[in-house]
């Protein structure tokens, strides 16, 4: 099971921190990826990380902006989010790849999802 949560409502430029705590399976030895999807949207890539950490990914949109991390000693994984705009404005979703060993944008390619968490950034 995937818990995202940390969503919320925040201004422009503001920050917040999202977090996906996992419970059974072997957290440690997935891929994992943060999506999201605004209203009309398609579902989007945001960032992914290898299952050691050694690999992130980002989506253009999220360069210099956001940072995703994991540490497997607590089953979470976490999307740092500063400088946000309106346009960041989602339900933000974790998921895991349990069987790939390259990091994807895909979310075909992602066969574990958590419930979303709302983020509203505010203009």
């Known amino acids: 099971q995937l818990q995202a949560s940390g969503g919320g409502l925040v201004q422009a430029g503001g920050s917040l921190r999202l977090s996906c705590a996992a419970s059974?399976?072997?957290?440690?030895?997935?891929?994992m990826g943060w999506f999201r999807q605004a209203p009309g949207k398609e579902r989007e890539f945001v960032a992914a990380?290898?299952?050691?950490?050694?690999?992130?990914m980002y989506a253009d949109s999220g360069k210099g902006r956001f940072t995703i991390s994991r540490d497997n000693s607590k089953n979470t994984v976490y999307l740092q989010m500063s400088s946000l705009k309106p346009a960041d404005t989602a339900v933000y979703y974790c998921?895991?790849?349990?069987?790939?060993?390259?990091?994807?944008?895909?979310?075909?390619?992602?066969?574990?999802w958590g419930q979303g968490t709302q983020v509203t950034v505010s203009s």
């Open positions: 998921a895991a790849d349990r069987f790939r060993v390259t990091v994807s944008q895909a979310p075909r390619d992602y066969d574990y």
């Open positions: 059974g399976g072997t957290f440690s030895r997935y891929i």
């Open positions: 990380i290898s299952w050691s950490a050694g690999i992130t």
